[in-house]
């Protein structure tokens, strides 16, 4: 029997916009599911203080929400304090260690303290689908700036001018991936679709891709 060789992968593509929230956000998600872009192809991904409140998009599309209060801080900066005051109890009790170790303790809390306040914004989610690197940085400092994320994926090279200019209507930045790009929720976001808010995905009960 003559082998066969295997088919060549279709190449895809990923769109990435990077546009203010709202009315502009809406308008391009409309305008690229218009386009015939699947529902599973494209991603949103935004901060909420409210991660209830439904969004108006078309119905089954694709959103991660991120967390946009101070959750989750607790337990480092409840360490922080727990090294504070041991290392005042061990530079009382005993001060021939204990100063040397209330020092070690400050500087570990000082980390601790540090980290709390830092914002992790959407680094987690971008390092986990593998976005790259020159551009992550940029789409998480534009995000912690009220900027929303879009992510819409084709296979169609057609629809990569259409979905540029859809973008551009909307007075978002973008740029093209060669590549796919799909978002997951991780690092307490949370993925919703709309229309279907029960049908929900976090990284604590996530077990297979949505």
Do not use: C
Request: net charge negative; no cysteine; proline share 7%.
């Amino acid at each position: 029997m003559e082998g066969r060789e295997a088919p060549e992968p279709v190449p895809e593509y990923t769109v990435v916009g990077v546009l203010n929230d709202g009315v502009e956000l809406n308008q391009a998600v409309k305008e690229v599911r218009d386009l015939g872009v699947d529902r599973d192809d494209l991603t949103v991904i935004l901060k909420r203080e409210d991660m209830s409140e439904p969004e108006p998009f078309p119905p089954g599309t694709r959103y991660i929400v991120v967390p946009g209060d101070k959750r989750g801080l607790e337990v480092p900066i409840g360490f922080a304090i727990s090294f504070i005051i041991f290392g005042i109890l061990f530079a009382i009790t005993t001060p021939a260690i204990g100063i040397p170790t209330l020092m070690v303790f400050i500087s570990l809390a000082a980390i601790l303290f540090v980290g709390s306040m830092t914002r992790v914004g959407v680094s987690p989610i971008l390092t986990e689908m593998g976005a790259p690197s020159d551009e992550a940085g940029t789409w998480n400092d534009d995000f912690e700036m009220g900027k929303v994320l879009l992510f819409a994926s084709t296979r169609e090279r057609r629809l990569l001018r259409p979905m540029r200019e859809a973008l551009q209507r909307a007075g978002a930045t973008y740029y093209i991936v060669d590549r796919r790009l799909e978002p997951r929720a991780v690092h307490q976001a949370v993925l919703y679709r709309s229309g279907e808010r029960a049908a929900s995905e976090s990284v604590a009960d996530r077990t297979g891709s949505a």
